[in-house]
């Protein structure tokens, strides 16, 4: 891919699957995960943190009333649009500052 296709491309957050442009993620980091993976303006933390290979995407709206957010566990979560599932996972020691368990 090009590096314009590349930053057009949509790119899902490992830790909460959030879903936007990699553009967006050097812009403006993960509207969830920021304190954690703090992935604004670091492209090596992006490629890291965000993976290309995610499945499917939904929209949540106002996440405690939908039933996908429920089902997503996603209803602490800002409106917009998630991935359905994605294979890459998180440092382990990142996922568990996320779920404040570190
Ligand atoms: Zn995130």
Known sequence: MSLKQE??????????????????????????????????QSRDAVEDYTTTQFEGGAAIIKPPESWVARFMRLDRKIPGMYAMSCSAKLPAEKQAQLDGTA
């Open 7 to 40: 930053a057009k491309a949509l790119r899902a957050c490992k830790g909460c699957l959030f879903l936007q442009k990699g553009s967006d993620f050097m812009a403006r980091g993960c509207p969830n995960c920021e304190d954690v993976l703090q992935m604004q």
